[in-house]
């Protein structure tokens, strides 16, 4: 079983929402943190938003504020990202990540040393 496995992925038109689910039950340890990052056409890969064990340990890119919500289930050890009126330029491979510790000090992918495959999310009219 792979350590972290992303789903949610999909096709929608600007404005609309997706959830995006990194299943981390494949992780040898309960005490993590997970990122979710997304490499774009434009852009290299770049944190989206990061969470501890604890929610109140949450970040988020400033092109996602208001419109992106991290959120965790740790008995199922589930980690989702519902995003919100949704941009073209939000269009990219979402990865989710996770690095040992229970705490993330920088939502930067240098820090999480743990990958999933990447799930698509493309917006377009």
């Known amino acids: 079983q792979l350590p972290l496995v992303e789903s949610g992925g999909g096709s929608v038109q600007p404005g609309g929402s997706l959830r995006l689910s990194c299943d981390a039950s494949?992780?040898?340890?309960?005490?993590?943190?997970i990122g979710w990052f997304r490499q774009t056409l434009t852009k290299e890969r770049e944190g989206v938003s990061c969470v501890g064990a604890n929610v109140d340990n949450a970040d988020y890119a400033e092109s996602v504020k208001g419109r992106f919500t991290i959120s965790t289930d740790n008995a199922k050890k589930m980690t989702y990202l519902q995003m919100n009126d949704l941009k073209i330029e939000d269009t990219g491979v979402y990865y989710c990540?996770?690095?040992?510790?229970?705490?993330?000090?920088?939502?930067?992918?240098?820090?999480?040393?743990?990958w999933g495959r990447g799930t698509q999310v493309t917006v377009s009219s």
């Open positions: 494949g992780f040898a340890s309960d005490h993590y943190a």
């Open positions: 990540a996770a690095k040992w510790g229970s705490y993330f000090r920088n939502c930067e992918e240098n820090d999480f040393a743990f």
